[in-house]
């Protein structure tokens, strides 16, 4: 019995230890080689390097300035929608959800071809404008964002707290920003995230649309340096975790909330 | 004219009528609960009383006023869910005050109102607790004290004791009875469990297929039941199946004795019938006693089983191939039979009933029985 126990926490701890290597393994080989600019010595000069180029921060500052339209314009869209139908349609919830998963079968150059031809001509001549990279984003993060807010609406029982709140005479202002968005504060925050993710290192759209974003930076750079792209990706895996690790903590503290990456608890 | 009416209210989810020209009265102040079994309709008529469904036709009056398309926050009712429905983000004081701000009641008097409710329901300490720090038990005292605190014109319960033990169960009943007095208020209830309907209630509304079957005090629903499916619903009924001799005299052949009834008999002569006594009507009959009292019904038979039960005891007879059940209370000289030992027993002649016609559900005496028999 003993001895079982103890081969069992054993193969734990094996599988455990198997996959923190397979994870980090190829993460501090990247690391180790952006600290090989310089020849002979471990140095941050790769990321000097990057910090340097005022094409970095430009493209950057750009990416950023789009993740928060995308994350305002598509929480606007879809928050009242994923309500809508949790709500009053949930009939409707499978084809929604089939709609979520669209992003992921049609590939993005399809997507940024589609918004071209119909929007290079009147009488809606949109291309050159920023507004149609955010539809375009908000198309792109419509999975995570949707997921992300449908979980949390499944898992606060929004039909019975609804009836709760109208049994109590609220309207339907009162029952949005009183009990459903503080209740959904971990999905909106996951949802936030997840998108600002996806549109920082979003290339295709913005490659075909013409906009100087952080994605066709990145593989522009890689396609002509060596050590800066593996700076960039130590850089952009800490923006990732980053965010994360802000999730847990603005999420900490909210009465019953759990943490939410990508719909799942 | 009642507190809450229901007029010939129907109601259809597409072709499916749930609810069926359904009528009611509750009286201002009265515990009224919907007893019945799953799908028969309770629920969706709560609902459309608290405004949450739309009735397909018909009149939900309140106070002599049509509220049948009024929404439910402009109904004035306090409705306690089945699952408590605290708000997550809002402590036990928040929560009995979301309706008292939505009402704009000054602070000073939310805040009095608040210890109050909380006194009321005697958790005075737990005001600045969240609702996953509390049990099940006293998240629904919470969630009581939120529906209440508002001053409704009624209270409507959803099942609100399904999700609790056993114990807590019977503590909450009695503490929402208690409640319910103290302040005088209308409430409809919603149960599918009889005993706790019977000790609640002042009357109770039996519910199948949609509509209700009887309309009573819980001692009227029990000892007078309107039709079979109350009778066979509510409590543990015996049934006793033969053909009517004497229908002047109320006589009845059970396995070759006679059983008289106090129940009208006439123009049922050579028919077959079913009779029905409740277990706690029987007793243990004495040879003395034999033939002395000619309002009181005596049969002999065999015992089957004796099932302790705690507070009482449920003996398990055959007559012919009739299974009785008798209820006796529990004490510590009570002697108990052995299986296949001799036994006669009586009981009054109005204890023994006719059942109603029309069709009964799983009668206690056949199914019940033989599940406890074999």
Request: glycine share 8%; proline share 5%; with cysteine.
């Amino acid at each position: 019995m003993k001895n079982g126990t103890a081969t069992r926490k054993a193969m734990s701890w094996f599988w455990l230890i198997l996959g923190l290597l397979y994870f980090f393994i190829p993460l501090i080989s990247t690391f180790l080689f952006s600290l090989r600019g310089k020849k002979g010595v471990l140095s941050f000069v790769a990321y000097q390097h990057v910090f340097a180029d005022p094409k970095f921060l430009q493209s950057f500052l750009f990416s950023l300035q789009m993740s928060v339209y995308t994350i305002i314009v598509g929480l606007v869209l879809i928050v009242p929608t994923a309500i809508l139908i949790n709500l009053k349609i949930p009939k409707a919830k499978p084809i929604i959800e089939l709609f979520s998963l669209m992003p992921f079968v049609i590939p993005p150059v399809v997507l940024a071809f589609g918004l071209i031809k119909f929007y290079a001509n009147p009488p809606l001549t949109l291309v050159s404008s920023p507004a149609l990279l955010v539809a375009g984003y908000v198309v792109i993060s419509f999975p995570y964002i949707y997921r992300s807010i449908d979980t949390g609406l499944t898992s606060m029982d929004l039909k019975v707290l609804t009836e709760a709140a109208q049994s109590l005479g609220a309207g339907w202002l009162s029952i949005l920003f009183k009990i459903i968005l503080p209740n959904l504060r971990t999905a909106l925050l996951s949802a936030t995230f997840l998108t600002f993710a996806t549109v920082i290192g979003e290339l295709t759209l913005a490659v075909l649309l013409a906009w100087p974003a952080f994605g066709p930076y990145m593989a522009h750079v890689g396609r002509d340096l060596a050590y800066e792209p593996a700076a960039l990706a130590i850089l952009s895996f800490m923006m990732t975790w980053g965010s994360i690790s802000l999730i847990q903590f603005l999420s900490h503290g909210i009465p019953g909330a759990k943490s939410e990456i990508g719909g799942l608890h | 004219m009642g507190f809450i009416e229901l007029h010939e209210v129907t109601k259809s989810f597409g072709n499916n009528t749930v609810i069926k020209n359904l009528s009611l009265s509750v009286e201002e102040g009265s515990f009224l609960s919907f007893l019945g079994g799953s799908g028969c309709g309770k629920t969706t008529t709560l609902r459309m009383i608290a405004g949450f469904e739309i009735p397909t036709a018909g009149q939900i009056l309140i106070e002599g006023k049509d509220v049948s398309r009024v929404p439910p926050a402009k109904r004035n009712l306090g409705m306690v869910f089945q699952n408590y429905a605290l708000f997550p983000n809002m402590t036990v004081r928040k929560n009995i005050a979301f309706g008292l701000k939505i009402a704009k009641i000054t602070k000073q008097e939310i805040h009095k109102r608040v210890d109050e409710m909380l006194a009321l329901i005697h958790m005075e300490s737990y005001g600045d607790r969240y609702p996953h720090q509390l049990s099940g038990g006293q998240q629904q005292r919470v969630a009581l004290a939120r529906a209440i605190a508002v001053r409704p014109k009624a209270l409507l319960l959803d099942e609100p004791l399904s999700a609790l033990d056993a114990k807590i169960r019977v503590q909450l009943r009695d503490d929402i009875r208690n409640i319910q007095q103290e302040l005088g208020i209308t409430t409809i209830y919603v149960t599918h469990d009889q005993e706790e309907a019977m000790s609640i209630s002042d009357r109770i509304a039996v519910m199948r297929n949609g509509r209700i079957e009887q309309t009573g005090t819980p001692f009227e629903i029990y000892n007078n039941p309107a039709t079979s499916y109350v009778a066979s619903f509510i409590g543990t009924l015996n049934l006793l199946e033969g053909p009517v001799v004497d229908a002047a005299r109320g006589t009845v052949e059970l396995n070759g004795t006679m059983v008289r009834t106090v129940s009208d008999l006439r123009g049922l002569e050579g028919k077959k019938v079913k009779l029905t006594v409740r277990p706690e009507a029987l007793s243990v009959a004495r040879d003395a006693d034999a033939g002395s009292y000619p309002d009181v019904n005596t049969i002999a038979g065999t015992v089957e089983m004796v099932k302790f039960l705690g507070s009482t005891v449920r003996f398990v007879m055959k007559f012919g191939e009739t299974f009785m059940f008798m209820d006796r209370f529990n004490n510590s000289q009570l002697v108990l039979p052995k299986k296949g030992d001799p036994i006669r027993v009586s009981f009054a002649i109005d204890a023994c009933r006719l059942l109603p016609e029309g069709d009964a559900i799983a009668m206690p005496g056949s199914g019940d029985v033989e599940e406890m028999v074999h």
